[in-house]
């Protein structure tokens, strides 16, 4: 398993709308296996804990399938 991404703080500082833009984006772009997207979603779940958008966008989407 690869290190992936670094995460910036930029997404803890999204707005919902832009968050769900940019989650939609890596989705068709760059996480294009459901084993990609679940590790990245749980990677910003991880680090962003406390961000009530990065949950709130998270706990909504169906892809997500945190596990």
């Known amino acids: 398993m690869g290190a992936g991404c ?3 703080e930029v997404w803890a500082s999204l707005p919902v ?3 769900e ?3 939609a ?3 068709t772009a ?3 296996s459901d ?8 990677r ?6 406390d961000i009530t958008a990065v ?3 998270l706990d909504d989407r169906p892809s997500a399938g945190l596990a």
């Open 35 to 42: 084993h990609n997207r679940q590790r990245f979603y749980n």
């Open 44 to 49: 910003l779940k991880q680090k962003f804990a």
């Open 6 to 8: 670094a995460l910036s």
């Open 30 to 32: 760059l996480l294009k």
């Open 17 to 19: 709308r832009n968050l």
């Open 55 to 57: 949950n709130r966008v």
């Open 25 to 27: 984006f890596c989705e």
């Open 21 to 23: 833009r940019e989650l």
